[in-house]
């Protein structure tokens, strides 16, 4: 079954950086699209940034273009997000996410919190 564990989130003050990663098993990982969402308290979750499965293809949401940088590695089945310039509002739950075979799942997530 696919499994989807998040780590690399916390506290950091505003200006700096972060560097999240998700670590996927229970489906071939280099053929799928990876995606990273976010959900801020009392607000919907919305899509951060995708890549293809051969990291060709990148996509970033508006708010984060030029921040944030999502990449793969294909031998390690982990995607990361790094995330730099980090503002108070970029405060969320950070998910990673696939679909495969007509299902999404969803990882725990990885709370991070830019604050001084």
């Known amino acids: 079954q696919v499994q989807l564990v998040e780590s690399g989130g916390g506290l950091v003050q505003p200006g700096g950086s972060r560097r999240l990663s998700c670590a996927a098993s229970?489906?071939?990982?280099?053929?799928?699209?990876m995606l990273w969402y976010r959900q801020a308290p009392g607000k919907e979750r919305e899509l951060v940034a995708s890549?293809?499965?051969?990291?060709?293809?990148?996509n970033y949401a508006e708010s984060v273009k030029g921040r944030f940088t999502i990449s793969r590695d294909n031998a390690k089945n982990t995607v990361y997000l790094q995330m730099d310039s980090l503002k108070p509002e970029d405060t969320a739950m950070y998910y990673c996410?696939?679909?495969?075979?007509?299902?999404?799942?969803w990882g725990q997530g990885t709370q991070v919190t830019v604050s001084s």
């Open positions: 996410n696939v679909y495969t075979s007509g299902r999404i799942s």
């Open positions: 229970g489906f071939t990982f280099s053929r799928y699209t």
């Open positions: 890549i293809t499965s051969t990291g060709e293809s990148l």
